[in-house]
């Protein structure tokens, strides 16, 4: 592996299993749609993007290994310490945080599929409500979006549709009838980075998340060139 470039294996093993995750998420894989409903074109979003952020999680544990040649002295590691550090850093990027990726797949990719079918049945349904899971977990800010009505093409959605969040079980429920939400709450813990509708950018993970931020593009090329040609 040289400098500008991504371990193959490693990132195919990954985006394999967060598409694995989508298709659980979305309901559906390619085989059951048709090539030219909106369903389709938002899976195929959706795997590239998982393959977009493969890649650049690749490129950012390869630097981080890298920058973990040293020490904080700035010293050249001995083999040993260099060895205990990459295992501590590829638990951290392949089982720590893989394991929320994936569930973040799902729930995204659940959250996608709803926003087509919102938007396919917006002229008879234009209205939407927000929604969350009822429980204690729920955290404030989400709390107090609960029950918030607006149209499918309002603003509101652009900032607020879930998830919003790691772990959010947010959802929303389409309707015929509705009448504008005033005055709601907009909560103040939501992370910066999910502050976006991102069924509507057709991705399952933000753009702003920190494994995209200084990868290069060539990086996340090298990514969507390992998207598999067969779609079954």
Same mark, same amino acid.
């Given at each position: /592996? ?7 294996? !490693?990132?195919? !093993?990954?985006?394999?299993? !967060?598409?694995? #995750? ?10 059951? $749609? ?20 493969? @890649? ?29 550090? @990459? ?18 797949? /799902?729930?995204?990719?659940?959250? #996608? ?11 008879? *349904?234009?209205? $939407?409500?927000?929604?969350? *899971? ?5 955290? &404030?800010?989400?709390? *107090? ?16 549709? &879930? ?8 959802? @929303? ?5 509705? #009448? ?23 991705? /399952? ?19 969507? *060139? $390992? /998207? &598999?040609?067969?779609? @079954?």
């Amino acid at each position: /592996i040289t400098a500008g470039s991504i371990d193959e294996r !490693l990132t195919n !093993l990954v985006a394999t299993e !967060l598409r694995k #995750a989508v298709i659980e998420g979305f309901g559906k894989d390619f085989s059951d $749609l048709a090539t030219d409903t909106p369903h389709y074109k938002m899976l195929e979003s959706l795997e590239k993007n998982v393959f977009h952020f493969s @890649a650049a999680k690749n490129y950012q544990q390869l630097k981080s290994m890298t920058l973990a040649l040293r020490d904080d002295q700035g010293n050249i590691r001995s083999f040993r310490d260099f060895r205990d550090e @990459a295992y501590k850093i590829n638990a951290e990027y392949n089982s720590t945080w893989l394991k929320t990726e994936y569930n973040t797949a /799902i729930g995204s990719a659940q959250m #996608a599929g709803k926003w087509t079918d919102f938007e396919t049945n917006k002229e008879t *349904a234009p209205w $939407l409500r927000y929604d969350t *899971a009822g429980d204690r977990r729920v955290r &404030p800010g989400h709390k *107090a979006l609960n029950g918030v009505i607006k149209q499918i093409d309002d603003a509101f959605w652009n900032i607020w549709y &879930p998830p919003n969040g790691w772990g959010c079980r947010c959802d @929303a429920t389409q309707l015929i009838h509705g #009448a504008d939400s005033q005055g709601y709450e907009a909560p103040d813990d939501v992370p910066v980075i999910f502050r976006t509708n991102l069924a509507k950018q057709g991705m /399952i993970f933000p753009p702003k998340h920190p494994y995209f931020i200084g990868t290069p593009e060539d990086i996340l090329k090298q990514g969507e *060139a $390992l /998207i &598999p040609v067969e779609k @079954a």
